[in-house]
């Protein structure tokens, strides 16, 4: 069920979105490279201008981290970018200090109280909060929790044939943000296979913007969610499914991975819950005619 407000109710399973940052204004066509204005002269309501200037010069996007209340357990779902990481190919995302632990707090979750941390991949704005930086050390953040996330993804990483300019940043990040919790015992690495992990969640593979990129879907008393990652960054994907954004490393994938996600919230009536998307993040997606429209 969609609210008003930043929290959502999926069957007994509580989504509460915690936002950790606005990201700065992106052209269209640096975001999308098959941008085309044109198309877009006589939009509809399903593009607000929180989502795309009105003159069509900018694009908007966020950052936030999904807080997921089971009767049974507090999960996190993409531990966004984090503080105090050194992002020396990403300034937007270079040494910040945020609060996110005290927004996560308000929300009614204390870091000793999260169970699992579920990421839909391994980038630099998905993976941050794994950590906290303590006396020098990056230790786990969520000291309580097992951190589950792709075995594929994590390999793809560490060979160093991957090492490429493309993957600098991903690199990076495995040193402070995910080495860190296998080396504390944390870490739970999976096979992405579409069954059920826990509580009525699991990770559908999605592969496309990153080697085994997942969304994990939620069903609970039939009711239905998809948090989708990064299978979409912007609301213009739901009606341009075959445009990828610029941050997609495998092209194709990534198209047919975004309508099956789309097809996938027409068919269930699933709430889709963005990584990027402005405003509350979450909508539904409608079929009208040959197009999907975000609401």
């Given at each position: ?15 509460t979105r915690i ?8 052209t269209p066509a640096s975001l ?264």
């Open positions: 069920m969609l609210s008003n407000s930043n929290v959502y109710q999926i069957g007994d399973v509580t989504v936002g950790e940052l606005t990201l700065g204004q992106y999308f490279p098959d941008w085309d204005a044109k198309v877009l002269i006589n939009r509809q309501d399903w593009l607000s201008p929180d989502s795309m200037s009105q003159n069509l010069e900018y694009a908007f996007m966020s950052v936030h981290i999904w807080l997921v209340k089971t009767p049974r357990h507090t999960i996190l779902i993409d531990p966004g970018v984090g503080n105090d990481k050194n992002r020396p190919y990403t300034p937007a995302f270079d040494r910040l200090r945020l609060p996110f632990l005290e927004r996560l707090a308000e929300a009614g979750a204390k870091p000793e109280a999260v169970d699992f941390v579920l990421m839909t991949h391994l980038h630099v704005d998905h993976v941050g909060w794994n950590t906290r930086l303590d006396d020098g050390r990056w230790v786990p953040t969520f000291k309580n929790a097992r951190y589950v996330f792709s075995k594929k993804e994590y390999e793809y990483y560490q060979a160093s044939v991957n090492h490429t300019d493309r993957n600098k940043t991903s690199v990076i990040i495995q040193q402070d943000s995910v080495i860190p919790i296998i080396e504390a015992g944390l870490a739970e690495m999976i096979n992405i296979d579409g069954s059920e992990f826990i509580d009525g969640l699991s990770f559908k593979p999605t592969p496309g913007h990153s080697i085994d990129h997942s969304s994990i879907a939620l069903s609970s008393h039939g009711e239905n969610a998809l948090f989708a990652g990064d299978v979409l960054h912007h609301p213009i994907q739901v009606r341009y499914p075959e445009w990828n954004s610029s941050f997609d490393a495998f092209t194709e994938q990534a198209r047919a991975s975004r309508l099956w996600a789309l097809e996938y919230a027409v068919e269930r009536q699933a709430v889709l819950f963005s990584s990027h998307f402005p405003e509350s993040a979450a909508g539904t997606v409608v079929r009208e005619g040959d197009k999907f429209t975000w609401r």
